[in-house]
């Protein structure tokens, strides 16, 4: 079992950048796959992007492509996103979630274990 904590989440005008870290606690990190998700007030939770549990592979929503990137640090058992052009339509509540299967899981019920959440709001 992992547990998972995201940090740095927070208020930026649009424009701006944030970083999200994902760190995890429990079994290495590096057995999982792990996928950033937000849900915006009144919406569905929906993909943001994922990385491969063993490799360099990632995936991402259509809505962010090019602006953010995913990452991993084995050492730190990190995961993170690094969010640039931040639009106000960002905003949202983003969570990172771990997965054991292989691939790369793009719906939230390809994920096992999830943490509780960190607020990102962009300002117009």
């Known amino acids: 079992q992992v547990q998972l904590v995201e940090s740095g989440g927070g208020l930026v005008q649009a424009g701006g950048s944030l970083r999200l870290s994902c760190t995890a606690s429990g079994r290495p990190f590096t057995t999982y796959g792990v996928g950033w998700f937000r849900q915006a007030p009144g919406k569905e939770r929906e993909f943001v992007a994922c990385?491969?549990?063993?490799?360099?592979?990632?995936r991402y929503d259509d809505s962010v492509k090019a602006r953010f990137a995913i990452s991993r640090d084995y050492a730190k058992n990190s995961v993170y996103l690094q969010m640039n052009s931040l639009k106000p339509e960002d905003t949202a509540v983003y969570y990172c979630?771990?997965?054991?299967?292989?691939?790369?899981?793009?719906?939230?019920?390809?994920?096992?274990?999830w943490g509780q959440g960190t607020q990102v709001t962009v300002s117009s």
């Open positions: 990385i491969y549990k063993s490799g360099p592979s990632t």
């Open positions: 979630a771990a997965r054991t299967g292989d691939g790369l899981g793009t719906v939230s019920s390809d994920y096992t274990y």
